[in-house]
T-cell receptor
């Protein structure tokens, strides 16, 4: 089955700096890579995703890049703000019409300091 | 707003007891999932169901069972709870739709403590 590794487990940055979280996956057939954000005491929520036919996707201060050859993908947050402090999870799946379950990474706790 | 709800939100029980966690959704989604979250281990899939007649084991199904009573309801049971099942449990739903993104919508979670 799929295995997703995520690094680092904790990350502390100063407000305004950039943050990068990296994930690798094992199954070359995986074609869908979402990122979830979980604020303290809250439920995980999707913040951005990318499909395997795209190398990069941006949404305001958040971007995700995918390298299919190396089987890794990354989350980039620019101009970090205190409200970016949360746990971030990457995930991978083989997304077909009949089979699509996510395998999650172990999470990265991001702390944005003032 | 359409939502995913879980009951109870918190539960403390003793070793050997039978526990049921319930999940309901008003999103109209066919696909439902149960995960457990442990510090440092992320979200691990216990069981998933793609429709009322479909039940599948996830990566950590031992010690758990599920029931899909209706499209909107998916229950997780611990037949004989043990302390290492102490965790935060999340239910989630998804609907592949036309874009096939499989975004999963999570419930608020149930914190279970087994003494």
């Amino acid at each position: 089955g799929e295995n997703v590794e995520q690094h680092p487990s904790t990350l502390s940055v100063q407000e305004g700096d950039s943050a990068v979280i990296k994930c690798t996956y094992s199954d070359s057939a995986s074609n869908y890579f979402p990122w979830y954000k979980q604020e303290l005491g809250k439920r995980p929520q999707l913040i951005i995703d990318i499909r395997s036919n795209v190398g990069e996707k941006k949404d305001q201060r958040i971007a995700v890049t995918l390298n299919k050859t190396a089987k890794h993908f990354s989350l980039h947050i620019t101009e970090t703000q205190p409200e970016d402090s949360a746990v971030y999870f990457c995930a991978a799946s083989l997304n077909t019409g009949t089979a699509s379950k996510l395998t999650f990474g172990t999470g990265t706790r991001l702390q944005v300091t003032l | 707003d359409a939502d995913v709800t879980q009951t109870p939100r918190n539960r403390i029980t003793k070793t050997g007891k039978r526990i049921m966690l319930e999940c309901s959704q008003t999103k109209g989604h066919d696909r439902m999932y149960w995960y457990r979250q442990d510090p440092g281990l992320g979200l691990r899939l216990i069981y998933y169901s793609f429709d009322v007649k479909d039940i599948n084991k996830g990566e950590i199904s031992d010690g758990y069972s599920v029931s899909r009573q209706a499209q909107a309801k998916f229950s997780l049971s611990l037949e004989s709870a043990i302390p290492n099942q102490t965790a935060l449990y999340f239910c989630a739903t998804s609907d592949p739709g036309g874009g096939g993104t499989n975004e999963q919508f999570f419930g608020p979670g149930t914190r279970l403590t087994v003494l």
